[in-house]
């Protein structure tokens, strides 16, 4: 989502760059262009995608009572994802429309007959055959309009530039628009005729590219909707992708605690056995030296112990479970080298684990406010919106933060995006920082 406002937001300066507006520069433009090719494309392309495919079904369907029937139909179906493909590149090379490959077959076992009943139940496969009966009269329809349109347009706009050719090959002084055959001709031929039919092709031709860039934007739903992956296949690609992003966490996040607890804690209260060990050793012998060892000792327990209640923080706040966010967010924000300002405002508390999650996001931008943003002051929003639960975290600092690989706001945006979550992030150099974040309410 951020991405794509940013492509807005791109295009919007590039808009206001122009000094000619888009209505006039539309019929120049690459992209009219690009798209006027390749709805002439159609219709060659279309009249064998059509043909291929009707020919194989109703051959496929009139073998059926023989087992011929079955390969004819997969042969059929095959073919059509074939020209699936060649439609998904025709459409990125000149519609600029990027459209992801369908999920591929996935025959339970090996072998021929394994793979014709994949094949007979893919609904990709039948989307593709759908695809070339519906495509090939929409078509036909654009050709036809556009191509006529397109060269009347031009040819009349550019016809003070070739209108010479009436009187000196044609023996008349230009296009005709009436004759009775009896002498009562009209043609266009004094100035003021010529320039009107010129201005008249211009609006024709302004009025043609617009047409073009619909009859385009049709053709990019009919490629997009059934030529490529289906809404259910394209969303469990991205559950099994949030999936593997929540164990890629969770692991890192044991490897710390194992890390912290032993290079912590338990190294700490090993020293601290071998100390009580070595105390009452000496016990009878030396109680002075003892005793100094159990104050130690005692020592040791009470950093063991605070090291233990900042590993158990790490995990989950007791704080965040008793008091929820508002408190949860207050206590981080003492914490932070900036005076930093808490505002929740939320009707109720969310579910356990997003409410965990907005937790540790917060604390890891004040982190990263401490550590990198030379600020003097920040402040933190939540609130609800809808089913969403918002966060703003906003600092006066240097700025210049950028969702790059490799960096902990990257980290950050994949772990909330792994929950139906978002991150927005607006730092431009010289500050202020406001990164923006959502994640379900699921209250």
Aim: charged content about 20%; overall charge neutral.
């Amino acid at each position: 989502m951020a991405t794509n406002h940013r492509a807005e937001r791109y295009d919007q300066r590039a808009e206001r760059r122009h000094a000619v507006p888009a209505v006039l520069r539309a019929p120049f433009e690459g992209r009219t262009w690009r798209e006027f090719w390749y709805l002439m494309l159609n219709l060659p392309i279309s009249i064998s995608l059509f043909v291929f495919a009707v020919v194989g079904l109703a051959t496929g369907a009139g073998l059926l009572i023989t087992f011929i029937g079955v390969p004819v139909l997969a042969a059929t179906l095959a073919g059509c994802r074939a020209f699936g493909s060649l439609e998904r590149s025709r459409a990125r090379f000149l519609l600029g429309l990027e459209v992801e490959e369908p999920e591929p077959l996935r025959p339970k076992a090996r072998g021929l007959m394994a793979w014709l009943g994949a094949i007979l139940k893919s609904g990709t496969s039948w989307r593709h055959v759908l695809y070339a009966v519906l495509h090939f009269p929409w078509a036909v329809t654009a050709f036809a309009s556009v191509l006529a349109a397109w060269t009347a347009g031009w040819g009349l706009f550019l016809y003070p530039l070739w209108q010479w050719i009436f009187p000196r090959y044609a023996d008349v002084p230009g296009i005709q628009l009436y004759g009775d055959g009896k002498g009562n001709n009209f043609y266009l031929d004094t100035p003021f005729e010529i320039a009107t039919t010129s201005a008249g092709g211009l609006v024709l031709v302004l009025v043609t590219a617009w047409t073009i860039r619909g009859f385009a934007y049709v053709d990019r739903v009919l490629v997009a909707g059934l030529l490529g992956p289906s809404r259910l296949a394209a969303r469990v690609v991205e559950l099994e992708s949030d999936r593997g992003v929540v164990v890629d966490t969770a692991a890192a996040d044991l490897r710390r605690i194992e890390r912290d607890l032993h290079d912590g804690a338990q190294a700490r209260l090993v020293a601290l056995a071998m100390d009580l060990g070595l105390a009452k050793e000496k016990l009878l012998e030396d109680p002075d030296a003892a005793a100094a060892m159990v104050d130690e000792a005692h020592g040791e327990v009470k950093l063991a112990l605070q090291e233990l209640r900042d590993l158990a923080r790490g995990i989950h706040p007791a704080i965040l479970t008793d008091r929820g966010l508002d408190a949860a967010l207050s206590a981080v924000a003492t914490r932070c080298s900036v005076p930093v300002r808490v505002e929740v405002d939320l009707p109720y508390r969310p579910a356990a684990a997003i409410e965990g999650i907005a937790y540790f996001t917060v604390s890891e931008l004040l982190q990263n406010i401490s550590k990198h943003a030379q600020a003097r002051k920040a402040s933190v929003e939540v609130w609800r919106s809808e089913n969403r639960l918002m966060i703003q975290v906003t600092d006066d600092g240097k700025g210049g933060a950028d969702v790059t690989a490799g960096s902990g706001l990257a980290g950050l945006a994949e772990r909330l995006d792994a929950v139906d979550g978002i991150l927005a992030l607006d730092s431009p150099v010289g500050g202020p920082t406001t990164v923006t974040a959502e994640l379900p309410w699921r209250g």
